[in-house]
Antibody
Framework: QVQLVQSGTEVKKPGASVKVSCKAS????????ITWVRQAPGQGLEWMGW????????KYDQKFQDRVTMTADTSTNTAYMELRSLRSDDTAVYYC????????????WGQGTLVTVSS | QSVLTQPPSVSGAPGQRVTISCTGN?????????VHWYQQLPGTAPKLVIY???NRPSGVPDRFSGSKSGTSASLAITGLQAEDEAYYYC????????????FGGGTRLTVL
């Protein structure tokens, strides 16, 4: 079945970087984009950006433009999101999701990866 | 502060109909971008329940419906069931943010 499986929980110190993976199965990886969304504890959803996997074109939200890099490895059907210069307010669950385009919504979603930033 | 505005909470009794509003402006919903709705149960990832303003993905009950007019959109749930108790988020895109994705702040639906 169509599925996205993310890497496990991360604990990082302020100033460090984290790289979260999202492995796709059950569909043609290069026919879809992958978007990344985060959710801080007790808060709503926040869009971070997306990557079109067939040509590695990316679009990032202005808030993360200087600190995030999204990549895709078509040989392993895996997308990655790296966030640098971590701060305590980056503590959140990070989700990946498949996106066909502007008119189709994000589905399915990965199970989420908790990233905790603490000294 | 979210770009799209939703009420913090709504409630209804089993069997009733509830609606959740999502208000934007001329740069997002009013610019013609499609609106999508997600359901998030406690401790789980969001799930798409409406895409493209008013389309249901396979497997989503027809009790869920969406609509859009001008700069606002709505999610309606009829025949409310206990299992519908969750957070609901609207999502679209914004041309003033160079086409970035935007979410509403989320609405907590309580089934009384």
């Amino acid at each position: 079945q169509v599925q996205l499986v993310q890497s496990g929980t991360e604990v990082k110190k302020p100033g460090a970087s984290v790289k979260v993976s999202c492995k796709a199965s059950g569909f043609s990886f290069t026919s879809y984009g992958i978007t990344w969304v985060r959710q801080a504890p007790g808060q709503g959803l926040e869009w971070m950006g997306w990557i079109t996997t067939y040509n590695d074109k990316t679009k990032y939200d202005q808030k993360f433009q200087d600190r995030v890099t999204m990549t895709a490895d078509t040989s392993t059907n895996t997308a990655y999101m790296e966030l640098r210069s971590l701060r305590s307010d980056d503590t959140a669950v990070y989700y990946c999701a498949r996106v066909p385009g502007y008119s189709f919504g994000f589905a399915p979603w990965g199970q989420g990866t908790l990233v905790t930033v603490s000294s | 502060q979210s770009v799209l505005t939703q009420p913090p909470s709504v409630s209804g009794a089993p069997g009733q109909r509830v609606t959740i509003s999502c208000t934007g402006n001329s740069s997002n919903i009013g610019a013609g971008y499609d609106v999508h709705w997600y359901q998030q149960l406690p401790g789980t990832a969001p799930k798409l329940v409406i895409y493209g303003d008013n389309n249901r993905p396979s497997g989503v009950p027809d009790r869920f419906s969406g609509s859009k007019s001008g700069t606002s959109a709505s999610l309606a749930i009829t025949g409310l069931q206990a299992e519908d108790e969750a957070y609901y988020y609207c999502q679209s895109y914004d041309s003033s943010l160079s086409g970035s994705g935007v979410f509403g702040g989320g609405t907590r639906l309580t089934v009384l």
